[in-house]
């Protein structure tokens, strides 16, 4: 099975599940509104498949919501950075790997980003660590695809409408099988 098949099945049979306990979207929904808010923002072919794959570490990892419920942390973006790396190259990946992170520098550098963000990102801030300290800030947005990753942050703050209509999965696999390693 290509991975374009096997994302297109785990989008259509798995992410159905309710994002971050919120009772907002599923998963599936908030890929395609981030997907389709970097898109509307002009985003480059990798950005937009890095928004739309973003959380796919929580829909492949079947411990992912047992131990965010609990306060953990099932670090799910090194679960899809994992899973994906091996078919897209690091302009997809890596802002996946700092999309966490770059959560935790913007409630350290943007004094009204906390406020906007979901109560289920909230509660899971401190599971993954709580807020950057000034040096950890510096130091995050300095490591390649961080600003990339902050991009991401700020789509995935903003996909979590359970009104948006989105367009389907498969308008998105264009951008899939450009990014694809050859």
């Known amino acids: 099975m290509s991975i374009v098949d096997e994302l297109t099945e785990i989008y259509g049979t798995r ?9 907002v979207t599923s998963q599936t929904a908030h890929g395609l509104q ?18 739309l794959l973003h ?4 829909i ?3 411990k992912d ?7 953990g942390d099932a670090k799910h973006e090194e679960v899809a950075r994992h899973y994906l790396e091996k078919h897209f190259g690091p302009e ?11 959560k935790k520098y913007l409630v350290a550098t943007d004094p009204t980003y906390k406020k906007k963000i979901s109560p289920g990102s909230t509660r899971s801030l401190a599971g993954q660590g709580g807020v950057h300290m000034d040096d950890e800030a510096q130091a ?8 990339e990753g902050v991009a991401l942050r700020r789509w995935d703050d903003r996909a979590k409408n359970p009104d948006a209509v989105t367009p389907p999965f498969a308008h998105f696999v264009p951008y899939i099988e450009a990014c694809v390693k050859a």
């Open 65 to 71: 919501r047992e131990m965010t419920d609990a306060g």
């Open 55 to 58: 959380d796919i570490g929580r």
């Open 34 to 51: 981030s997907a389709m808010i970097a898109e509307q923002e002009g985003a480059s072919a990798e950005m937009i498949v890095a928004a």
């Open 15 to 23: 992410g159905f599940e309710v994002f971050e306990g919120d009772c």
């Open 92 to 102: 997809v990946t890596m802002p996946i790997k700092w999309h966490v992170a770059a």
């Open 140 to 147: 995050f947005i300095e490591q390649p695809y961080a600003k």
């Open 60 to 62: 492949i990892n079947p």
